[in-house]
């Protein structure tokens, strides 16, 4: 079945550590997306891609860094510049970057010890 | 960058009532999707919007877009417990943007 894999579910992360967020999708998708969720608010956008080796800041990247160098892969790095780093991480993936319905992948929880 | 509110953030409904939430914009708005996500899930894809006045059905579910193009609704006919969720809304520009999204419990 074609979908969105993220690994790990729950992440755990040590003052001043940087921990990368896997994302993996079969869907041939060319636009891959990730948010940040926190409790009672919608999902915020951190990056995209629309083609590989190319992505965009989205809403609140700082802290973050992402790289697309297949099509199928979009990982998300947190930098120990990100203060607040706990949050529900999501990835979600679409045919291309215009109005198309997001799929999103089951998301990682990342927690500071 | 551009914003949508969500109303209500927390409805309470009574099994077998309906309710509706309500996405409102201060812009006009090209088109909206509407996502579900359930307590421990993550997003899925409901519906797309795109013409004034749209008027789509999906069982119980009635959405809509307004005329103006600046808001939308969810009605939930006869609540069953499947219900349970949280609905977001996710106006267009050139990328999504999601609301903040309407919390739903169900008293059996």
């Known amino acids: 079945d074609g979908g969105i894999t993220q690994s790990p579910k729950y992440l755990f992360r040590k003052e001043g550590q940087n921990v990368t967020l896997s994302c993996e999708q079969n869907?041939?998708?060319?636009?891959m997306y990730w948010y940040r969720q926190d409790p009672g608010q919608g999902l915020r956008l951190i990056y995209y891609?629309?083609?590989?080796?190319?992505?965009q800041k989205g809403d609140i990247a700082e802290g973050y860094s992402v790289s697309r160098e297949k099509k199928e892969s979009f990982p998300l790095t947190v930098t120990s510049a990100q203060k607040n780093p706990t949050a529900f991480y999501l990835c979600a993936s679409s045919t291309a970057l215009s109005n198309q319905p997001q799929h999103f992948g089951d998301g990682t929880r990342l927690s500071i010890l | 960058g551009q914003q949508v509110m969500q109303i209500p953030q927390y409805q309470h409904v009574q099994e077998g009532e309906d309710f509706t939430t309500y996405c409102n914009s201060s812009t006009t708005l090209s088109n909206i999707q509407w996502y579900k996500q359930r307590p421990g899930g993550h997003p899925v894809f409901l519906i797309q919007?795109?013409?004034?006045?749209e008027v789509k059905k999906q069982k119980r579910l009635t959405f809509q877009f307004g005329e103006a193009k600046k808001n939308s609704s969810l009605h939930i006919t006869a609540t069953q417990t499947t219900d349970v969720g949280t609905y977001f809304c996710?106006?267009?520009?050139?990328?999504?943007?999601f609301g903040a999204g309407t919390t739903v419990t169900v008293r059996a």
């Open positions: 891609s629309q083609i590989v080796n190319d992505f």
């Open positions: 869907l041939n998708h060319d636009a």
């Open positions: 996710a106006p267009w520009y050139y990328k999504l943007s």
């Open positions: 919007l795109v013409k004034s006045g």
